[in-house]
């Protein structure tokens, strides 16, 4: 008996770490976005650019698959395509969790933290949050990023607020001082503080209410973008995230107060999609590199049920931004960083220009892929490729010529059930304008993560779906009308985790 127990329990032990163990094959596994081997992640923190290596923080609950235990796990890239993971860099302490933040390169040694002959220091800084209180505090690294020691006369900002959080740092050069961007979630206020050695902080100034107040503030961002016309120039944008969504202004930042130059009255979004939250910039990246963002491929409205395992959720793939002014609006034009084209395979399909009336089947069957196409729609319906088919499923991306939409819908996908906030949120769209009658897109599917680019960057929208293995098929479709397709290329795409 004792020995058939014993062989029990080794038996549950071994199903417990299989459980446990990541391939990277796993059904619904991204191949080309990042996502930890195990367990769950929301939010990308500390995104900073350092001695070639650009390093993603991420929120990350070491113990299970559900939010928990915040703690910033780590990993680190040459081309922000494939991912060496590291051991967790900041962990949950004395109740203390671990939560979003901020990591710069502290090459004056402002802080005092660095070694003589040492390099330059790592500085995070991080809301630590108790149930009671969040503050900000802050972590240093005298290695690159690998170990990381907690400073002892944390914290370094505290109001005593029960939310006040997710603090977004960096050297404002004209000024020869740091800059904080941090929220007070409940009063959808960005405040704005200074420092000279980053432990001391002074506020300069608030921005908000304003735009999206639907829902709770968090982790705003301040970057200079430049304009696409005009690339010497550049415009500050603010960006933050509403419980569900994110959200930018546009406009001046003077080293105290950021004024937005957008109408007060409109809002703009950096994706449309349901799944794009929690974005940040990367800091210290290579002097004229257009600002690259990274959001949590995700929403808080039903991330902690989603279907996958051993991990659960993904980042968005790195996005570049430049702005360009339409009208007397700046808009935040939105791109796939260049270099995920290295995953395509060699060979890849393209179409003859053609009409399509109804639905026409694409000869390629995949879960796995990037894709052009340029649509001339018909007048009055809607057109757009289906992703996914199979079985009578299929996830749509389209565009709807009467009311000028571009949309995402996942209605007709398979399982759903997982959630019913997840069920309900299935139709998302955006107004665009045709371009001399056309509708341009760059779509990547890879196997959970839609991600779509309009109008060369004029629109992007994200969006999970969770497809059967089987429904793997490709279908553009034109309804109520003919519309015309050309320049239609399929690539499928490589994995980055093999
Ligand atoms: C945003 C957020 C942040 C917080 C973190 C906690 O998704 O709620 O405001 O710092 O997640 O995990």
Redesign the pocket.
């Known amino acids: 008996m004792k020995n058939f127990l014993s062989a029990f329990s080794l038996f549950i032990t071994c199903i417990a770490l299989h459980a446990q163990t990541a391939t990277y094959k796993e059904q619904y596994r991204p191949q080309f976005h990042f996502s930890p081997a195990i367990n769950w992640t929301?939010?990308p923190n500390g995104l900073v650019y350092n001695n070639g290596e650009y390093h993603i923080f991420y929120?990350h609950n070491p113990f299970e698959n559900k939010?928990g235990h915040?703690t910033w796990g780590h990993a680190v890239s040459k081309d922000l395509v494939h991912w060496q993971h590291l051991p967790v860099a900041i962990k949950e302490e004395n109740g203390i969790?671990i939560?979003?933040?901020t990591c710069v390169v502290d090459k004056n040694n402002t802080s005092g933290f660095g070694q003589k002959n040492g390099p330059a220091p790592m500085i995070a800084i991080y809301?630590g949050?108790t149930d009671t209180i969040q503050s900000q505090h802050l972590a240093y690294s005298l290695d690159n990023g690998r170990t990381w020691t907690k400073y002892k006369n944390n914290p370094i900002l505290n109001l005593h607020k029960k939310d006040f959080?997710?603090p977004k740092v960096f050297w404002y050069a004209k000024g020869k001082y740091w800059v904080m961007a941090v929220v007070l979630?409940q009063e959808h206020k960005v405040q704005f503080y200074h420092s000279k050695n980053l432990l001391h902080w002074d506020l300069l100034s608030e921005f908000g209410p304003a735009g999206d107040t639907t829902g709770i503030w968090?982790?705003p961002d301040l970057f200079q973008v430049p304009v696409a016309d005009d690339p010497l120039k550049n415009k500050w944008v603010l960006t933050m995230?509403i419980s569900t969504a994110m959200q930018y202004f546009a406009g001046e930042f003077d080293g105290v107060v950021f004024t937005n130059e957008n109408p007060a009255d409109k809002i703009y979004r950096p994706d449309y999609g349901p799944d794009f939250?929690?974005g940040i910039t990367y800091n210290n990246l290579p002097i004229l590199r257009k600002p690259v963002m990274i959001a949590?491929a995700n929403n808080?409205e039903y991330a902690n049920d989603i279907p996958t395992k051993p991990w659960k959720s993904a980042m968005t793939l790195p996005r570049v931004f430049s702005l360009s002014k339409l009208n007397s609006e700046w808009l935040l034009r939105v791109q796939p960083l260049e270099g995920v084209e290295k995953l395509r395979e060699k060979d890849f399909m393209a179409l003859e220009s053609h009409i399509v009336n109804g639905n026409e089947n694409i000869n390629l069957k995949s879960q796995q892929f990037e894709m052009e196409l340029d649509i001339q729609p018909s007048s009055n319906g809607t057109s757009g490729v289906k992703l996914a088919v199979g079985n009578n499923h299929y996830a749509e991306v389209g565009y709807n010529s009467a009311t000028q939409k571009l949309y995402l819908d996942r209605s007709n996908c398979a399982n759903q059930s997982f959630n019913k906030n997840f069920a309900n949120l299935f139709h998302f769209e955006t107004p665009l304008n045709e371009i001399n009658g056309h509708i341009k897109l760059r779509v990547f599917f890879d196997n959970s993560i839609i991600e779509v680019f309009a109008n060369d960057g004029l629109a992007a929208m994200t969006m999970q779906v969770f497809p059967d293995a089987a429904d793997k098929g490709i279908t553009l479709f034109s309804n109520n009308g003919s519309s015309f397709f050309s320049n239609v290329k399929i690539w499928k795409m490589k994995s980055a985790w093999e």
């Open positions: 929301n939010d929120q939010w915040m969790m939560f979003s933040g809301t949050h959080r997710d979630p968090e982790c995230s939250y929690a949590w808080w």
